[in-house]
């Protein structure tokens, strides 16, 4: 095993609390029900509108409405509560490339927020590759986010 890819949220970053109250506060903002921190938490993965219309059975289109909202309320809420690395990733990532492990991203998140908790925990120098859900036609759990990693990382899937 020579590549690894992790994904961001709940894997590297601990952004669960920052996710789940960006999630009610849209609820809020939006006039609708607000669902439970469970609720909120099991969409964790999936792309912001797909959130939205798994939680509420919404159009597309409506999800695409929220996922806009949530996104203007993240950049406040971000400010408040930074997403910390969990304990000890940010050493065994390290230690991992120095061990001559070629290590990618894939995250639903887009690339621009990735980007920016890249830069904050400062790992751009480690991850040969970083897709986002928006750098590909079919997020997770389509397999296009790990090929285009795989594919920038120079590396093969063996399927």
Known sequence: MKYI????????GDSQSLIVKT??????????????DEACAKTIGLRLDEAFVSLFGMSAEEG????????EIFLENKMTMIVQPFPHVIETLRALHRQGYVLGMASSRNHCS??????????????????????????????????????????TADV
């Open 64 to 71: 695409m409405e929220c996922a806009a909202t949530y996104r």
């Open 5 to 12: 890819i992790f994904d961001f949220d709940g894997t590297i």
């Open 114 to 155: 990735l980007d920016g908790y890249v830069h904050q925990m400062q790992l751009e120098d480690i991850f040969s590759s970083i897709v986002a859900g928006d750098d590909v036609e079919h997020a997770k759990p389509a397999p296009d986010m790990v090929f285009k990693a795989l594919k920038e990382m120079k590396g």
């Open 23 to 36: 999630l009610q506060d849209t609820m809020r903002a939006r006039k609708l029900e607000v669902k439970s």
